[in-house]
Antibody, heavy 119, light 111 residues
Framework: EVQLVESGGGLVQPGRSLRLSCTAS????????MGWVRQAPGKGLEWVSF??????????EYAASVKGRFTISRDDSKSIAHLQMNSLKTEDTAVYYC??????????WGQGTLVTVSS | QSALTQPASVSGSPGQSITISCTGT?????????VSWYQQHPGKAPKVMIY???NRPSGVSNRFSGSKSGNTASLTISGLQAEDEAEYYC???????????FGGGTKLTVL
């Protein structure tokens, strides 16, 4: 069974940093692209970032709203994906979901971790 | 990148069928067969219901179906059940600045 477990969320002041982790199990992590989708309180879903598998170059993509501030990475030996979030803004407040991508759809989702950016 | 356009809400009675639309452009919905639909119950993670316009993942009820015409994709739920009450989001691959774009979401109420 595919399992994705996010961690690292919490309360952080504007301008500070936070690193989210997504620990995967139940599948060969290195074979899949992984991504992050967020949902601000009471709002819709917003795609944030993804990283291709090493087989496809391990390259990354970012939403315009986070480009230059967020960095996605992966450690295939530990089946973990990370999202390093720097220069956080109040508008980054959201539940962040880790997802496994299959083709162009988000096939599996974690339970989410809440990030609150506030002074 | 603007979100895909979905109706804010739809409703139906148990046993009826409803359709949720998702309108984009030729750069996303109209240009590729990469539309997916997600169901989200309050406080829960989204769950994929349809991928690549009309394919159902294993375990998803055949009451859920997807289609596309031009720049508009549709999710149809037949034989509505109380458990179908949820928020539904469409998503499409896009050639705009980011690879994917979500719709704004549609709240389905089962009367």
């Amino acid at each position: 069974e595919v399992q994705l477990v996010e961690s690292g969320g919490g309360l952080v002041q504007p301008g500070r940093s936070l690193r989210l982790s997504c620990t995967a199990s139940g599948f060969t992590f290195g074979d899949y692209a992984m991504g992050w989708v967020r949902q601000a309180p009471g709002k819709g879903l917003e795609w944030v970032s993804f990283i291709r598998s090493k087989g496809y170059g391990g390259t990354t993509e970012y939403a315009a709203s986070v480009k230059g501030r967020f960095t996605i990475s992966r450690d295939d030996s530990k089946s973990i994906a990370h999202l390093q979030m720097n220069s956080l803004k109040t508008e980054d407040t959201a539940v962040y979901y880790c997802t496994r991508l299959v083709g162009n759809w988000f096939e599996s989702w974690g339970q989410g971790t809440l990030v609150t950016v506030s002074s | 990148q603007s979100a895909l356009t979905q109706p804010a809400s739809v409703s139906g009675s148990p046993g009826q069928s409803i359709t949720i639309s998702c309108t984009g452009t030729s750069s996303d919905v109209g240009g590729y067969n990469y539309v997916s639909w997600y169901q989200q119950h309050p406080g829960k993670a989204p769950k994929v219901m349809i991928y690549d316009v009309s394919n159902r993942p294993s375990g998803v009820s055949n009451r859920f179906s997807g289609s596309k015409s031009g720049n508009t994709a549709s999710l149809t739920i037949s034989g509505l059940q109380a458990e179908d009450e949820a928020e539904y989001y469409c998503n499409s691959y896009t050639t705009s600045s980011t690879p994917w774009v979500f719709g704004g979401g549609t709240k389905l109420t089962v009367l």
